[in-house]
């Protein structure tokens, strides 16, 4: 790898390490998370998902949880609100995921960054399921982290279809309850 390489991948996740989420931001929550905040704690989590869900490829789970908003790093993060459309939103990230692959010195090695990024926008594998869910499920526990910590109601409902994501889903929303019961009695 090119000395050349390894600085334009390093900068392209040193942008990530700064880039703060954007629906968090438009919510104005002060000192939001930053997207490679939320891709590394999606990849702990992935990492624990071992044994949990029967046929689940855990150590793919936890490279497309690194991979899925990598995009971001060039194109930022746009969410729904941005008015940015599916196929405009795709087709910037599909370049920018292209371009980073494009400083890894192994061309197989980018070739999997892409088709992971593929995969997880594609929603058809198992594993893509997966990690969609742990980002779903992230935001709801950071939503509720912010709840707390700022004392604003921003915790956001997802539907979640697959264990343990349903039971971790019921358990916050109880733990949220019983803070919210707290709170009002002060």
């Not at 490679?36 to 789970?61: N, W």
């Not at 939103?89 to 197989?108: C, G, M, R, T, W």
């Amino acid at each position: 790898m090119s000395f050349n390489n390894v600085m334009k991948l390093l900068s392209a996740l040193d942008s990530l390490k700064h880039l703060k989420r954007t629906g968090w931001v438009k919510m104005g929550v002060p000192e939001p998370e930053t997207v490679a905040c939320h891709m590394y704690r999606m990849a702990v989590l992935a990492m624990s998902l071992e044994g949990q869900i029967e046929g689940l490829d855990v150590v793919r789970t936890v490279m497309m949880s690194l991979v899925h908003d990598l995009a971001e790093a060039i194109v930022g993060d746009i969410t729904p609100h941005c008015g940015v459309s599916d196929e405009e939103k795709y087709d910037k990230e599909n370049k920018a995921i292209q371009q980073i692959a494009s400083f890894l010195p192994v061309s197989s090695v980018g070739d999997e960054w892409v088709e992971l990024w593929r995969e997880y926008e594609g929603q058809q594998t198992l594993v893509a399921k997966v990690v969609k869910h742990l980002d779903k499920f992230d935001m709801v526990v950071q939503a509720f982290d912010y709840e707390r910590k700022y004392g604003e109601r921003l915790f956001s409902f997802s539907t979640f279809t697959m264990a343990p994501f349903i039971e971790w889903d019921r358990e916050l929303r109880n733990r949220r309850h019983q803070f919210l019961k707290e709170i009002s009695v002060k």
